[in-house]
Structure formats: C-alpha cells, structure tokens
C-alpha cells in the first residue's frame, strides 16, 4: 500500500515538473519574434521568414541588399534592406532567412542575415534527381 | 565488453572517418562542411541514449539500494554531458558555416545549453552531498526529474519552434527514414561506432568510480 502511494506521488511529481517545463520554457526557446513585434519595438531583434518569390535586388548607389520575407504562420510581409556587406552564398536556395536588426520608417534594417538550408541530408545523387533509394 | 568489441570498433570508426572524407558531402548546397553530419549528428543522440542510461540506472537504485547503480548514473551523466558538449561545439563550427554565426540562441542552440545545465546541476548536487545513502537516493531522484526534459528538449522544441536548425533529417514526419544511399550507409555505422564507444567508456567509468571508492574506503 506505502510503496503504491509513493508510486503515484511520484508520477504526480513528474507530471507537475514535466507541465512547468513544457510551460515556462515556452517563450524563451525562441530568439525570433514575430513581423508585428519587430514593427513595434526599437531594439535590435531577430526575425525568421521566405524570401518572397526568390527575388532581391542590389541598390547600385550604396550597394545595400534588399528583399521581402514573408512570415510562415501569418504570411505577413516585411521589406527588409541588408547594410552588413555582400549577399551572403545560399541566398536564394534558403529555406529560411533569419535578418537581425531594427525596425526603422517602414523597412527593417539588418546588418546581419543568417541562412538556412534545406535538411535533405541525401549526397549528390538526391540533387540530380536519380537517388538510388537504397 | 567483450575484448573483441573494442577491434571492431577500431576497425568501424576508422572506416566512417574515412568513408565521411572520401565519399560526396551528404549535403549537396552546402558541400564539404556537411561531413561534420556524421558526427555531430551522434554526438547528440548518443546524449540522449547517455541521459536514459542515468534514467534507468536511477530506478534500479531507488529498487535496490545498491550503490552500483549510484555509480552507474553518475558515469552516464558525466558522459551524456561530454557528447552534449561535443555536439555544441561541432554544432557551433557547422552553424558558423552554414547559417554564418557561431550562436544566435537559436530553439536548439538554446535547448541544449538548458540540457546541460540541468544535468550540470546533477553533478553540482552530487558533490554537494558528503553522505554516500543520502547522495545517492537524491540525486537519483533528481536525475528521474530531469529526465522528463529531455524529450521535451530534443525532440519537440526544435519542431514547434521556426529554426534555422534543418529537422526531420533523420526521420521524416510521418516516421519514414529520409537518408539514402551512402549518406544513410555511413551515418548509421556511425551511430553504432558512437553507442559502442559510450558504452566502453561508460562501463569503465563505473569501474573506475567504485575502486576509488573501495580504496577510499581501506585508507
């Protein structure tokens, strides 16, 4: 009877501990905040988004990259202009596009990109279209 | 483990650093930097296998009282640690490479700084206790709890968070295998090579510890 009761204390216990992990980390597991949160606020953020329609074009006079991101849950749009040096490689194969920077008069302002790649962990053969599907 | 594990792992781990240098980079974008896949890849399951180690080892204490098993879960902390590390540091150089920064708190960048320092805490709580009965029992509890983490962790924050980190590299969505060819070839020897390397180290760790307890105990 003594050794049940503790039992079932202590999968209460682990419930309790595993629901205030799952709850609390919640927020803080994450450094990207959302198209709306960046509009608002004034300190440097990072935002996550695609790259709409592959495209971005290099302003001649300052030689500034700039291009749109489009949100993945919301499909919100955000301008972004890219100050921190050439087009990183990869950029139009990216998956996703993170920009760190500021919201400033209408456009976000990145002096940083970083860029994800697609996760098909499957050698030369997958990208020419005849993997051997061993 | 048996005398003749250890060649077979010699003769395996030598053939996937090879096989990982000679054989086409398993991405094809991002080219020579994704053979560091085959590594960093295990390092970080094999933490997971390490944390269930200590997960089970603590249980069995809790059942029995023997102090083996306290050992036993000590060395598979220790050594779950050491893989986290190393799946950090080679997680930072790939990120670097292929992101372009060493660490930007990205969901599993995060989640396995959070990992370590739970189990961080297991040895801080360890070395804490000089009672032999009285550390062993809490800080089997202790690693019990922490354990519920680790899923939660690995697993499913990278997932519902947006991360630059690729997922369902491994296994797909639906549970389907996605490697192919070589790249699944090598990949899983090199799982294997990693789970046999842990648990050579991790039975001689548990070794180690009871006869330093034993000497300990005869001064």
């Not at chain 2, 499913?156 to 590299?169: A, F, G, M, N, Q």
């Amino acid at each position: 009877m003594v050794k049940k009761v503790r039992i079932i204390v202590a999968v209460i216990l682990i419930a309790v501990f595993g629901y205030i992990a799952w709850t609390s980390f919640g927020e803080q597991m994450t450094p990207y905040v959302d198209f709306a949160q960046a509009r608002q606020s004034h300190k440097t953020v990072q935002v996550i988004g695609q790259l709409v329609n592959g495209h971005s074009e290099i302003d001649p006079s300052t030689g500034e990259l700039k291009f749109t991101l489009r949100e993945e849950n919301t499909q919100d749009i955000l301008n972004v202009i890219y100050t921190g040096g050439p087009k990183p490689g990869n950029f139009e194969q990216a998956d996703k596009i993170v920009a760190i920077g500021r919201y400033e008069n209408g456009v976000f302002v990145s002096n940083q990109l970083l860029v994800k790649c697609p996760s098909k962990y499957q050698g030369m053969d997958y990208e020419e279209g005849h993997g051997d599907g061993v | 483990m048996p005398y003749i594990m250890k060649y077979i792992l010699l003769i395996f781990m030598s053939a996937v650093i090879i096989a990982a240098w000679i054989v086409e980079p398993p991405q094809s974008q991002l080219g020579s930097v994704s053979r560091i896949f085959y590594f960093h890849v295990p390092a970080a399951l094999i933490s997971v296998l390490a944390f269930g180690f200590a997960l089970y080892n603590s249980i069995a204490y809790l059942k029995t009282n023997e102090i083996k098993y306290d050992f036993r879960s000590a060395s598979s902390v220790e050594l779950g640690l050491m893989f986290c590390i190393l799946a950090t540091v080679s997680g930072a150089v790939f990120a670097k490479a292929a992101w372009g920064a060493y660490w930007n708190w990205d969901p599993r960048q995060t989640s396995i700084f959070i990992l370590i320092l739970i189990y961080g805490a297991y040895l801080a709580l360890r070395s804490a206790l000089d009672n032999e009965e009285r550390r062993a029992s809490l800080s089997a509890v202790y690693a019990i709890l922490a354990f519920v983490t680790v899923p939660f962790l690995v697993f499913i924050v990278p997932r519902i968070y947006p991360s630059l980190h690729p997922e369902d590299t491994i296994v797909g969505s639906g549970g389907e295998m996605q490697l192919t060819g070589m790249v699944a070839v090598i990949f899983w020897i090199s799982m294997v090579c990693f789970a046999i390397m842990f648990y050579w180290l991790y039975s001689l760790q548990s070794r180690i510890e009871l006869i330093v307890r034993k000497r300990l105990k005869e001064i």
